[in-house]
């Protein structure tokens, strides 16, 4: 199936630890994005790469290190995690182009003990 | 700050009527306009984008523009209780050079009793 598929779909882990998110689209998407939705259900952008070129990155602490080995690839790697950490995220794609909607991943439900 | 704008509900209607849903935007320059459904415990999920002012139907869905007033807003015909989600609006705005950055509101939990 064409999709974006994010794995893992949940992450149950301690504060302190260090966590990866993978996210791979086979729609041909060259833009790709994570984004952050909290307890209130706000989605909030964190990250956007172009063709593998980090083109947004919002106010979001250090620890958060995204990766993109290829366009259809876009990583997530979290250090030293905090409880403020628990959250949705999602990863999405697009055409790089204004008119184009994004499409998004089944996301990853992260928890922090 | 860009900023979008939705009444965060609940809106709750009956089965069968018409839901309107509606969202502002503070980006002048903004182009592009989506509606997105997000079904409890699920990712969103894009049903109407809108380019220019005006409406566009698509099935029970019609989206409709006014730029001059920052509006987009939502019309869900003869509403079902499948219907009832959180629907977000999002808003696609020039970033710099061309890269495009989507907004969303916080979105308007819509609930269709049987």
């Known amino acids: 199936d064409t999709a974006v598929s994010q794995t893992p779909k949940y992450l149950v882990t301690q504060m302190g630890n260090d966590k990866s998110i993978k996210c791979e689209q086979n729609?041909?998407?060259?833009?790709m994005y994570w984004y952050k939705q909290d307890s209130k259900k706000f989605l909030k952008i964190m990250f956007s790469y172009n063709n593998k070129e980090l083109i947004i990155n919002e106010t979001v602490p250090n620890r958060f290190s995204p990766k993109s080995p290829d366009k259809a690839h876009l990583n997530l790697h979290i250090n030293s995690l905090e409880l403020g950490d628990s959250a949705v995220y999602f990863c999405?794609?697009?055409?790089?182009?204004?008119?184009?909607?994004?499409?998004f991943g089944d996301g990853t439900r992260l928890s922090i003990l | 700050q860009k900023e979008v704008e939705q009444n965060s509900g609940p809106l709750s209607v009956p089965e069968g009527a018409i839901a309107s849903l509606n969202c502002t935007y503070s980006?002048?320059?903004?182009?592009?306009f989506f509606w997105y459904r997000q079904y409890s415990g699920k990712s969103p999920e894009l049903i109407m984008s809108i380019y220019s002012n005006g409406d566009k139907e698509d099935g029970r869905f019609t989206a409709q523009l006014n730029k001059a007033s920052q509006y987009v807003s939502l019309l869900i015909r003869d509403s079902q209780p499948s219907d009832s989600a959180t629907y977000l609006c999002a808003v696609n705005g020039d970033s710099g050079g061309s890269n495009y950055k989507l907004t969303f509101g916080k979105g308007t939990l819509l609930t269709v009793n049987p």
């Open positions: 999405a794609s697009s055409r790089t182009d204004s008119n184009q909607p994004q499409h």
């Open positions: 980006d002048r320059v903004s182009q592009s």
């Open positions: 729609l041909g998407h060259d833009t």
